[in-house]
C-alpha cells in the first residue's frame, strides 16, 4: 500500500513538472541579415512586440504580436518554434487581413494587383506595380477579389465599384469611408 501511495505521489508531482514547462514571455523581433530574429530587449515604440509562451528565445505556444508602427497591426494565436503556425493578422480597427493555418500564409482582407508573372501566368498577387497594374483592394478569398469590390485603375483614375464605374475622384479619407461603408462597418 505505501509502494502505491508513494507512486501517485510521484505521478502527480511528475506530471506538474511537465504541465508548467512552458514560460510566459516578452520577445521583440528585429530584422537582420539572417531575416527575422527574436531578442528579449528592444524598445516598444520600434521593434513588434510578442507576448506570450516562449521556448527557446522564440514564441512558441499561444501569444499577441503588436507592431508599434501607424496602423497598429496585431497577431495573435499560436506559434510554432518562432514561426506563426494559426495565427490571425488584425489592423487596428479589428479587420481580419488574413492568417496563418498550419503555417501557410491566407490573405483575407488587403490590396491585391493583376499582372503576368515571370513565368507568363497571369493572375492576382499581393506584389505588383502602382503605377501599371490593376489594383484591388477589399475583401480576397482564395487569393482572388471577392463580392464587394473596389478595383482601381490607376491609368484611367476609374474606380469600379460593385461592377459600377465611378469616374469622380476621391480623397484618401472619403475612400476609407467608402471601404468601410461598403464592408458594413460605417
Known amino acids: 500500500m505505501k509502494h502505491l501511495l508513494f507512486i501517485i505521489t510521484f505521478q502527480l508531482f511528475t506530471f506538474n513538472l511537465y504541465a508548467q514547462s512552458s514560460e510566459t514571455g516578452v520577445l521583440y523581433q528585429f530584422k537582420s541579415s539572417a531575416g527575422l530574429v527574436w531578442?528579449?530587449?528592444?524598445?516598444?515604440?520600434?521593434?513588434?512586440?510578442?507576448?506570450?509562451?516562449?521556448?527557446?528565445?522564440?514564441?512558441?505556444?499561444?501569444?499577441?504580436?503588436?507592431?508599434?508602427?501607424?496602423?497598429?497591426?496585431?497577431?495573435?494565436?499560436?506559434?510554432?518554434?518562432?514561426?506563426?503556425?494559426?495565427?490571425?493578422?488584425?489592423?487596428?480597427?479589428?479587420?481580419?487581413?488574413?492568417?496563418?493555418?498550419?503555417?501557410?500564409?491566407?490573405?483575407?482582407?488587403?490590396?491585391?494587383?493583376?499582372?503576368?508573372?515571370?513565368?507568363?501566368?497571369?493572375?492576382?498577387?499581393?506584389?505588383?506595380?502602382?503605377?501599371?497594374?490593376?489594383?484591388?483592394v477589399g475583401d480576397i478569398t482564395n487569393g482572388k477579389p471577392n463580392g464587394r469590390e473596389l478595383r482601381l485603375h490607376l491609368k484611367e483614375k476609374i474606380m469600379k465599384v460593385n461592377g459600377r464605374m465611378v469616374k469622380r475622384r476621391v480623397k484618401e479619407n472619403s475612400f476609407k469611408l467608402m471601404v468601410q461603408s461598403m464592408r458594413g462597418n460605417g
Not at 53 to 60: Q, R, T
Not at 79 to 108: A, P, S
Request: glycine share 16%.
Open 39 to 136: 531578442k528579449t530587449f528592444g524598445q516598444d515604440k520600434v521593434q513588434p512586440k510578442y507576448e506570450g509562451e516562449v521556448s527557446n528565445g522564440a514564441p512558441d505556444g499561444f501569444g499577441v504580436l503588436s507592431y508599434p508602427f501607424s496602423y497598429g497591426k496585431s497577431v495573435v494565436g499560436e506559434w510554432k518554434i518562432g514561426k506563426e503556425w494559426y495565427t490571425e493578422h488584425y489592423n487596428k480597427e479589428g479587420t481580419l487581413l488574413g492568417k496563418y493555418v498550419k503555417g501557410e500564409w491566407i490573405l483575407k482582407w488587403g490590396v491585391l494587383f493583376h499582372h503576368s508573372k515571370k513565368d507568363g501566368i497571369e493572375g492576382w498577387y499581393e506584389d505588383g506595380d502602382e503605377k501599371k497594374d490593376r489594383k484591388y
